[in-house]
Protein backbone atom coordinates (compact mmCIF):
# COMPACT_ATOMS: atom_id res chain seq x y z
CA UNK A 1 0.00 0.00 0.00
CA UNK A 2 1.00 3.46 -0.09
CA UNK A 3 0.45 6.48 2.30
CA UNK A 4 0.91 9.63 1.85
CA UNK A 5 1.47 12.48 4.64
CA UNK A 6 1.28 16.28 4.68
CA UNK A 7 -0.25 18.73 7.11
CA UNK A 8 -3.74 19.58 7.22
CA UNK A 9 -3.54 23.26 7.19
CA UNK A 10 -1.35 26.08 7.03
CA UNK A 11 -1.66 29.87 7.80
CA UNK A 12 0.40 32.32 6.11
CA UNK A 13 0.59 35.66 5.66
CA UNK A 14 0.47 37.81 2.15
CA UNK A 15 3.84 38.41 0.87
CA UNK A 16 5.44 35.56 3.18
CA UNK A 17 6.60 31.78 1.96
CA UNK A 18 5.59 28.99 3.42
CA UNK A 19 6.48 25.41 3.12
CA UNK A 20 4.13 22.64 2.35
CA UNK A 21 5.99 19.16 3.48
CA UNK A 22 4.91 15.88 2.02
CA UNK A 23 5.96 12.16 3.18
CA UNK A 24 5.35 8.70 0.82
CA UNK A 25 5.98 5.55 1.28
CA UNK A 26 5.56 3.59 -1.71
CA UNK A 27 5.94 0.04 -3.42
CA UNK A 28 6.71 1.76 -6.33
CA UNK A 29 7.68 5.42 -7.15
CA UNK A 30 7.56 7.19 -10.61
CA UNK A 31 6.92 10.72 -9.45
CA UNK A 32 5.32 13.02 -7.33
CA UNK A 33 3.00 15.83 -8.83
CA UNK A 34 1.83 18.90 -6.78
CA UNK A 35 -1.89 20.03 -7.50
CA UNK A 36 -3.55 23.19 -6.59
CA UNK A 37 -7.42 23.12 -5.59
CA UNK A 38 -9.96 26.01 -4.87
CA UNK A 39 -13.02 25.40 -3.18
CA UNK A 40 -15.10 23.69 -5.51
CA UNK A 41 -12.76 23.52 -8.51
CA UNK A 42 -11.01 21.18 -10.44
CA UNK A 43 -7.03 20.19 -9.21
CA UNK A 44 -5.18 22.33 -11.46
CA UNK A 45 -1.56 21.16 -12.26
CA UNK A 46 1.58 22.58 -10.65
CA UNK A 47 4.45 20.49 -10.71
CA UNK A 48 6.42 16.66 -11.46
CA UNK A 49 9.24 15.56 -9.97
CA UNK A 50 10.40 12.19 -10.59
CA UNK A 51 14.22 13.31 -9.86
CA UNK A 52 16.00 14.35 -6.91
CA UNK A 53 16.06 18.07 -6.35
CA UNK A 54 14.42 21.55 -6.95
CA UNK A 55 12.16 22.34 -9.96
CA UNK A 56 11.76 26.28 -9.75
CA UNK A 57 8.45 27.56 -11.76
CA UNK A 58 7.83 31.20 -10.99
CA UNK A 59 6.88 31.79 -7.39
CA UNK A 60 6.28 27.83 -6.70
CA UNK A 61 8.84 25.57 -6.38
CA UNK A 62 8.85 21.23 -5.80
CA UNK A 63 11.69 19.46 -4.36
CA UNK A 64 12.11 15.91 -3.93
CA UNK A 65 14.39 13.40 -2.36
CA UNK A 66 13.72 9.93 -3.08
CA UNK A 67 15.97 7.85 -0.82
CA UNK A 68 13.72 9.86 2.38
CA UNK A 69 10.05 9.72 0.75
CA UNK A 70 9.79 13.49 0.95
CA UNK A 71 8.85 16.38 -1.06
CA UNK A 72 8.07 19.94 -0.24
CA UNK A 73 5.97 22.82 -2.48
CA UNK A 74 7.55 26.38 -1.62
CA UNK A 75 5.28 29.12 -2.22
CA UNK A 76 6.62 32.75 -2.65
CA UNK A 77 5.03 36.14 -2.04
CA UNK A 78 2.19 34.52 -1.14
CA UNK A 79 -1.18 36.32 -2.44
CA UNK A 80 -4.50 36.20 -1.49
CA UNK A 81 -5.39 34.09 -4.10
CA UNK A 82 -2.87 31.17 -3.17
CA UNK A 83 -5.25 30.35 -0.35
CA UNK A 84 -6.68 26.73 -1.73
CA UNK A 85 -5.71 22.69 -0.95
CA UNK A 86 -2.66 21.41 -2.00
CA UNK A 87 -2.72 18.08 -3.03
CA UNK A 88 0.87 16.01 -3.26
CA UNK A 89 0.37 12.68 -5.30
CA UNK A 90 2.38 10.01 -6.26
CA UNK A 91 2.63 7.91 -9.61
CA UNK A 92 3.54 4.19 -8.73
CA UNK A 93 5.86 2.69 -11.39
CA UNK A 94 3.17 0.39 -12.02
CA UNK A 95 0.42 1.67 -13.64
CA UNK A 96 -0.54 4.87 -14.06
CA UNK A 97 -3.63 5.83 -11.05
CA UNK A 98 -2.36 9.05 -8.88
CA UNK A 99 -2.38 8.42 -5.39
CA UNK A 100 -3.09 11.16 -3.08
CA UNK A 101 -2.60 12.80 0.42
CA UNK A 102 -5.24 14.54 1.98
CA UNK A 103 -4.73 17.86 0.72
CA UNK A 104 -2.88 21.08 2.88
CA UNK A 105 -5.53 24.05 3.04
CA UNK A 106 -3.58 26.76 3.09
CA UNK A 107 -5.10 30.48 4.23
CA UNK A 108 -2.97 33.34 3.25
CA UNK A 109 -4.03 36.58 5.28
CA UNK A 110 -3.76 40.44 4.55
CA UNK B 1 -7.62 24.16 -26.35
CA UNK B 2 -10.32 22.75 -24.00
CA UNK B 3 -10.07 21.22 -20.71
CA UNK B 4 -11.75 18.23 -19.77
CA UNK B 5 -15.16 18.29 -19.26
CA UNK B 6 -17.76 16.91 -16.97
CA UNK B 7 -21.75 16.49 -16.75
CA UNK B 8 -23.80 17.47 -15.57
CA UNK B 9 -21.95 19.77 -12.65
CA UNK B 10 -24.41 18.80 -9.73
CA UNK B 11 -26.87 16.05 -9.17
CA UNK B 12 -29.19 15.50 -7.00
CA UNK B 13 -30.43 11.91 -6.32
CA UNK B 14 -32.76 10.04 -4.52
CA UNK B 15 -31.47 6.32 -2.92
CA UNK B 16 -32.15 3.94 -4.99
CA UNK B 17 -32.09 6.42 -8.12
CA UNK B 18 -29.81 5.03 -10.53
CA UNK B 19 -27.33 8.11 -12.15
CA UNK B 20 -24.74 8.64 -15.08
CA UNK B 21 -22.07 11.37 -15.18
CA UNK B 22 -20.58 11.76 -17.94
CA UNK B 23 -16.71 12.81 -19.16
CA UNK B 24 -15.19 14.55 -22.42
CA UNK B 25 -11.42 14.50 -21.99
CA UNK B 26 -8.62 16.61 -23.88
CA UNK B 27 -9.29 15.82 -27.73
CA UNK B 28 -6.55 12.87 -28.29
CA UNK B 29 -6.04 11.85 -24.81
CA UNK B 30 -5.37 7.85 -24.20
CA UNK B 31 -5.39 7.84 -21.13
CA UNK B 32 -8.42 8.67 -18.65
CA UNK B 33 -9.17 8.34 -15.04
CA UNK B 34 -12.31 8.83 -12.95
CA UNK B 35 -11.29 10.04 -8.84
CA UNK B 36 -13.97 9.70 -6.30
CA UNK B 37 -13.84 13.23 -3.45
CA UNK B 38 -14.99 13.63 -0.75
CA UNK B 39 -15.09 16.94 1.35
CA UNK B 40 -12.14 17.66 2.91
CA UNK B 41 -10.17 14.75 1.74
CA UNK B 42 -7.99 14.17 -1.39
CA UNK B 43 -9.46 12.54 -4.29
CA UNK B 44 -9.56 8.15 -4.32
CA UNK B 45 -8.68 6.32 -7.68
CA UNK B 46 -12.11 4.91 -9.27
CA UNK B 47 -10.80 3.22 -12.76
CA UNK B 48 -8.43 4.00 -15.71
CA UNK B 49 -9.06 3.23 -19.16
CA UNK B 50 -6.27 3.25 -21.91
CA UNK B 51 -8.35 4.24 -25.36
CA UNK B 52 -11.39 2.10 -25.19
CA UNK B 53 -9.99 -0.95 -22.73
CA UNK B 54 -10.47 -0.82 -18.61
CA UNK B 55 -7.45 -1.78 -17.73
CA UNK B 56 -7.64 -1.19 -13.43
CA UNK B 57 -10.76 -0.69 -11.77
CA UNK B 58 -9.61 -1.70 -8.50
CA UNK B 59 -10.79 1.40 -6.69
CA UNK B 60 -14.55 0.82 -7.50
CA UNK B 61 -16.21 0.52 -4.14
CA UNK B 62 -18.78 -1.98 -5.00
CA UNK B 63 -20.59 -4.00 -8.42
CA UNK B 64 -23.08 -1.02 -8.24
CA UNK B 65 -20.52 1.59 -9.88
CA UNK B 66 -19.72 0.61 -13.39
CA UNK B 67 -17.51 2.66 -15.98
CA UNK B 68 -17.45 2.51 -19.51
CA UNK B 69 -15.61 4.22 -21.96
CA UNK B 70 -16.82 2.33 -25.48
CA UNK B 71 -14.94 4.35 -28.26
CA UNK B 72 -11.75 5.60 -26.48
CA UNK B 73 -12.80 8.92 -26.22
CA UNK B 74 -16.32 10.33 -23.81
CA UNK B 75 -16.59 7.93 -20.59
CA UNK B 76 -19.55 7.14 -18.53
CA UNK B 77 -19.68 6.63 -14.83
CA UNK B 78 -22.92 5.14 -13.87
CA UNK B 79 -24.15 3.93 -9.91
CA UNK B 80 -26.76 2.31 -9.67
CA UNK B 81 -29.31 2.08 -6.43
CA UNK B 82 -27.13 4.89 -5.63
CA UNK B 83 -26.91 5.49 -1.32
CA UNK B 84 -25.82 7.88 0.77
CA UNK B 85 -22.54 7.22 1.57
CA UNK B 86 -22.34 7.90 -2.77
CA UNK B 87 -22.48 11.27 -1.84
CA UNK B 88 -18.75 12.98 -3.16
CA UNK B 89 -17.39 14.87 -6.01
CA UNK B 90 -16.45 12.71 -9.19
CA UNK B 91 -13.65 13.57 -10.41
CA UNK B 92 -12.34 13.15 -14.38
CA UNK B 93 -8.78 13.37 -15.58
CA UNK B 94 -7.45 12.67 -18.86
CA UNK B 95 -3.45 12.54 -20.07
CA UNK B 96 -1.97 12.55 -23.40
CA UNK B 97 -0.05 8.86 -22.73
CA UNK B 98 0.24 5.45 -21.00
CA UNK B 99 3.47 6.47 -19.75
CA UNK B 100 6.77 8.35 -20.78
CA UNK B 101 7.04 11.93 -19.46
CA UNK B 102 3.25 12.84 -20.54
CA UNK B 103 1.79 10.93 -17.34
CA UNK B 104 0.47 14.66 -15.88
CA UNK B 105 -3.31 14.15 -15.45
CA UNK B 106 -5.75 17.41 -16.05
CA UNK B 107 -8.97 17.30 -14.23
CA UNK B 108 -12.33 18.61 -15.01
CA UNK B 109 -14.19 20.05 -12.55
CA UNK B 110 -16.31 17.55 -11.47
CA UNK B 111 -19.73 16.14 -10.42
CA UNK B 112 -21.26 16.78 -7.10
CA UNK B 113 -23.53 13.91 -6.02
CA UNK B 114 -25.72 14.39 -3.54
CA UNK B 115 -27.73 11.39 -2.62
CA UNK B 116 -30.77 11.85 0.17
Known amino acids: GQNIDQPTEMTATEGAIVQINCTYQ??????LFWYQQHAGEAPTFLSY????GLEEKGRFSSFLSRSKGYSYLLLKELQMKDSASYLC???????????FGGGTRVLVKP | GAGVSQSPRYKVAKRGQDVALRCDPI?????LFWYQQALGQGPEFLTY????????KSGLPSDRFFAERPEGSVSTLKIQRTQQEDSAVYLC??????????????FGPGTRLLVL
Open chain 2, 93 to 106: ASSALAGGVKVTQY
Open chain 1, 26 to 31: TSGFNG
Open chain 1, 49 to 52: NVLD
Open chain 1, 89 to 99: AVLKAAGNKLT
Open chain 2, 27 to 31: SGHVS
Open chain 2, 49 to 56: FQNEAQLD
